[in-house]
């Protein structure tokens, strides 16, 4: 069955310093993947997406992130954290459902928490 | 543009109590969805629609039911509140039914029962 990991539920660092999160997903077909945030209070906004081509996929407010198949992963990634940057970060995989609908698995989340 | 509404955006309901979660989006989607998040869980999804009169059960249906009669509207009923439907939904559309199809979600709605 699919399934997104999120290993890190809390990850805190410093304004101005690199940030990685981490997503690994198990799906047996090509991976549509997501990261969507969600700030306090919000619903969930899109911030990039894989479908196929260049594995380095560049998203908006500055993230990016890198589709790795043969470690089944694709990690987001910023250069400089902003305090605005605090949110929770949500990882999903795309599947087909028998209607043909689009299904997001999501992942459990990683919560971000910035330093000043 | 409004995008995806949901109303109302947060709810107390005693234990048995009913209640229908509003959702609507102006973007001329077929493909709506409903989810809840739980601490730790991640999102799950309810149930989902592909347009107006069809709908299906998604990973956890169970105490929910759906409508969808017009395009733009898709409420979500809870017929017998029970506590373990203390959570936050959340709406989303999509244009497509692509599995490469951004969705965009609503605010959400946090439940408590009580």
């Known amino acids: 069955a699919q399934s997104v990991t999120q290993p890190d539920i809390h990850i805190t660092v410093s304004e101005g310093a690199s940030l990685e999160l981490r997503c690994n997903y198990s799906?047996?077909?090509?991976?549509?993947l997501f990261w969507y945030v969600q700030s306090p209070g919000q619903g969930l906004q899109l911030l990039l997406k894989?479908?196929?081509?260049?594995?380095l996929v560049q998203g908006i407010k500055g993230f990016e992130a890198e589709f790795k198949r043969s470690q089944s992963s694709f990690n987001l990634r910023k250069p400089s954290v902003h305090w605005s940057d605090a949110a929770e970060y949500f990882c999903?995989?795309?599947?087909?459902?028998?209607?043909?609908?689009?299904?997001?698995?999501f992942g459990q989340g990683t919560r971000l928490t910035i330093n000043p | 543009n409004a995008g995806v509404t949901q109303t109302p955006k947060f709810r107390i309901l005693k234990i048995g109590q009913s209640m229908t979660l509003q959702c609507t989006q102006d973007m001329n989607h077929n493909y709506m969805y409903w989810y809840r998040q739980d601490p730790g869980m991640g999102l799950k999804l309810i149930y989902y629609?592909?347009?107006?009169?069809?709908?299906d059960k998604g990973e956890v249906p169970n105490g929910y039911n759906v409508s969808r009669s017009t395009t733009e509207d898709f409420p979500l009923r809870l017929e017998l509140a029970a506590p373990s439907q203390t959570s936050v939904y959340f709406c989303a559309s999509s244009y497509s039914p692509g599995m490469n199809t951004e969705a965009f979600f609503g605010q959400g709605t946090r439940l408590t029962v009580v």
């Open positions: 629609s592909v347009g107006a009169g069809i709908t």
């Open positions: 799906y047996g077909a090509t991976p549509y």
């Open positions: 894989y479908f196929s081509g260049d594995t």
């Open positions: 999903a995989v795309g599947v087909r459902t028998r209607r043909i609908a689009q299904k997001l698995v």
